[in-house]
């Protein structure tokens, strides 16, 4: 692959992660909270109950084990979040997003929205299928920059 290409994914790649970061969407949450929340949030969305075991969340964040324990830890401590054991196995631990959870977030995951309206109103329609797409690829490959996979 040419040099300069390569140069310029990597930039897009970590402009955006920045631009997200530092948007100030996730006010009073730290960035790995922000993103257990969301995913809790959309659980909640499709079924009523926001839950989600930790399992799922390795997987869907590509997070360290060790990370995702703390963002845990201090969810729960906010109350933004319980923890469950699960119902068939009593050994996986099931996380629900609360009512006080749900009150916090549903701002932040409005404003997200908003800058997610903006977006589409900068690249359009099509421009944005094909990110989702591109998006969508890259994380069923299970890419990960810690794994040094050439």
Known sequence: MEEALREQILEAWVGMTCMIKNSRLTE????????????AYQNHRVDGMG?????ALLRKTNMLKSQISRTVESLTEKGLIEK?????D???????????GMAVFTPIHNRS?????RVLALIGTEDAEAFVRIYQQLSSAELSLSKNKS
Not at 84 to 88: D, L, N, P, T, V
Not at 113 to 117: E, F, G, I, S, Y
Request: glycine share 10%; proline share 0%.
């Open 51 to 55: 839950e989600i075991s930790v399992g």
């Open 84 to 88: 469950m054991r699960g119902e068939e």
């Open 28 to 39: 009073g949450l730290t960035y790995n909270e922000a993103i257990l929340m969301m995913f």
């Open 113 to 117: 929205l908003a800058m997610v309206d």
């Open 90 to 100: 009593g050994r996986t631990l099931q996380l629900k997003i609360s009512s006080k």
